[in-house]
């Protein structure tokens, strides 16, 4: 039996591939259990400094699989919509970077992972869309109605949400939906090079990177400078940060604990 997700890893790189393209990636409970399970692995593995998430054939991700909607009790739905989001928050939470690549159709489920993930990368094919509302679901379904305003802003979310309208990937480059747009040919290359960038950084200082910019949509100003200065001292008396004030003083690369050699 064809495994729904593939995962592996080299460079201190995870790459966790979707892996049902016959049905463009939708995700359905087994692909979701597995993908669920993957995250963890990556995030335990001290060899794993950044994660690839990425699907098979034409399509990144189709979203969540028609096949699920049946009848069910509220009490099920509820079980089941909170079980969708899991992945997302492994992704959110993790104090590795996440990097997206992004083919066709990102939609539905597959915009959520998206989303949460650090960095979106994609090709020029790709394209965007919230649709749940034509299916009179909420637009804020798989994490949208958090991620989707803060990354683009109100008016374009509220524009993908209440329309379920197809963002094209210069659209989506335009309003920052995407860190970057690059041809078909070179997403492969694009996305590698940044994956093994960050597996080579200071591990400790990207974890509390991530970890405040994640705090910072949801706190005040002096909330998070309390944070920044905190995170900051602790950065200041560790090993990677000596070493990367020799290296600049050197003028070499610098070799952080733990990196990939």
């Not at 335990?44 to 699907?55: E, M, N, T, Y």
């Not at 979203?63 to 509820?78: H, N």
């Not at 597959?110 to 509302?133: E, Q, S, T, Y």
């Not at 990354?151 to 309208?165: K, N, Q, S």
Request: glycine share 8%; aromatic share 6%.
């Amino acid at each position: 039996m064809r495994s729904t997700l593939i995962a592996e890893v080299a460079e201190g790189v995870a790459t966790l591939t979707l892996n049902r393209p016959q049905r463009l990636n939708a995700i359905d409970m087994p692909l979701l259990d597995d993908l669920i399970a993957a995250l963890d692995r990556a995030a335990a593995d001290p060899l794993v400094r950044s994660i690839v998430l990425a699907g098979t054939g034409r399509s990144f991700c189709a979203g969540a699989d028609i096949g699920q909607m049946v009848e069910r009790t509220p009490q099920e739905w509820e079980r089941i919509v909170d079980r969708y989001l899991d992945p997302i928050r492994r992704i959110a939470a993790l104090d590795k970077p996440v990097i997206a690549r992004l083919q066709g159709d990102v939609v539905g489920g597959g915009l959520g992972l998206a989303l949460a993930c650090d960095f979106r990368i994609a090709d020029v094919k790709a394209r965007f869309c919230a649709p749940f509302i034509k299916l009179a679901l909420a637009g804020c379904d798989m994490s949208a109605g958090y991620f989707l305003p803060r990354v683009v802003g109100m008016g374009l979310a509220t524009d993908m949400m209440m329309t379920g309208r197809f963002v094209d990937a210069g659209e989506a480059e335009r309003s920052r939906l995407v860190s970057r747009v690059v041809p078909e040919n070179e997403l492969d290359e694009a996305v590698q090079t940044l994956a093994v960038q960050l597996a080579a950084g200071p591990a400790s200082a990207l974890a509390v990177t991530k970890r405040a910019i994640r705090r910072s949509v949801d706190r005040d100003m002096a909330s998070e400078f309390d944070y920044e200065i905190f995170v900051q001292v602790q950065c200041l008396q560790s090993a990677d940060h000596k070493e990367g004030v020799a290296a600049f003083l050197e003028r070499r690369k610098p070799r952080f604990a733990g990196s990939p050699r």
